[in-house]
C-alpha cells in the first residue's frame, strides 16, 4: 500500500498569514494527489485534485504543487473559515490512502 | 444539483450486520463511480472501496476484505454498504461520495477524486 505523511500535524496561524503544509507519498504518485478539508463537524470537502487543480467554488488563495512523492497545500490571506484539518489523499493506486492531517488552528 | 442523501443512524451490537444506504440524484447514476469513506471518532479519513455505478465492479480495502460488501441499483439510483460481523472498532461515520470525473473520461489523475459527499451516517457498535 502506498503510505501518505503529513507535516505538520498542527500548525498555529492568524488570519492574513500565508501557511503551507506538506504531503509525502511512500512511492512515486505522479500527480495523482487531492486536498480535502474538514471543518469541525462538518463533511470533507474537495479543495484541489490532480495536484493543482482547483475545484469548482473554491476560492484562489489555496494552490497546490508538486509531483512524484512531495506535494505542498499553501493557503494565502489566511481567512476565518480556513481553520480546519485538511487531508491529503493518493488516488492513484488502490487502497486510495489519506494522509492523517494537518490541522490548521488559531494563533 | 448532486445530491448524495445518506441513510440515518445506526446502532449495533458486536457481530451484527450494518447496511447503510446511499440515494443519489442531479446527475447520471450510471456514469460516476461512488466511494465510501470512514471516520472512527476523533480520527482521519479512510477509504473503504469503491464501486463502479456503471457495471458493479467494486475495489475494496484489504483491511475489510471479506466483510465489507458495496452494491448498486441503478433503477432507485441508490448505493449500498453493507459491513458484517461488526466489531467496536468499525464505530465511525461512514461517508458515501461520487467521484468527481465521468468513468469513461478521467485520466490517472482525475478517476477517482471524491467530490461530492453525502451527509454521513453514524454506526454504533457497542455491547
Known amino acids: 500500500d502506498i503510505q501518505m505523511t503529513q507535516s505538520p500535524s498542527f500548525l498555529s496561524a492568524s488570519v492574513g498569514d500565508r501557511v503551507t503544509t506538506t504531503c509525502r507519498a511512500s512511492?512515486?504518485?505522479?500527480?495523482?494527489l487531492n486536498w480535502y478539508q474538514q471543518r469541525p463537524g462538518k463533511v470533507p470537502n474537495l479543495l484541489i485534485f490532480a495536484t493543482s487543480k482547483l475545484q469548482i467554488g473554491v476560492p484562489s488563495r489555496f494552490s497546490g504543487s508538486g509531483s512524484g512523492t512531495d506535494f505542498t497545500l499553501t493557503i494565502s490571506n489566511l481567512q476565518p473559515e480556513d481553520f480546519a484539518i485538511y487531508y491529503c489523499?493518493?488516488?492513484?493506486?488502490?487502497?486510495?490512502?489519506f494522509g492523517p492531517g494537518t490541522k490548521v488552528d488559531i494563533k | 444539483q448532486v445530491h448524495m442523501v445518506q441513510s440515518g443512524p445506526e446502532v449495533k451490537k458486536p457481530g451484527a450486520s450494518v447496511k447503510v444506504s446511499c440515494k443519489a440524484s442531479?446527475?447520471?447514476?450510471?456514469?460516476?463511480?461512488l466511494t465510501w469513506v470512514r471516520q472512527a471518532p476523533g480520527q482521519g479519513l479512510e477509504w473503504l472501496g469503491w464501486?463502479?455505478?456503471?457495471?458493479?465492479?467494486?475495489s475494496y480495502s484489504q483491511k475489510l476484505q471479506g466483510r465489507i460488501t458495496m452494491t448498486k441499483d441503478i433503477s432507485t439510483t441508490t448505493a449500498y454498504m453493507e459491513l458484517r460481523n461488526l466489531r467496536s472498532d468499525d464505530t465511525a461515520i461512514y461517508y458515501c461520495a461520487r467521484d468527481l470525473a465521468h468513468q469513461e473520461y478521467c485520466d490517472n489523475s482525475t478517476c477517482h477524486v471524491i467530490a461530492y459527499w453525502g451527509q454521513g451516517t453514524l454506526v454504533t457498535v457497542s455491547s
Open positions: 512511492q512515486n504518485i505522479s500527480t495523482s
Open positions: 442531479g446527475y447520471s447514476f450510471s456514469y460516476y463511480d
Open positions: 489523499q493518493q488516488s492513484y493506486r488502490p487502497p486510495l490512502t
Open positions: 464501486i463502479s455505478a456503471h457495471n458493479g465492479d467494486t
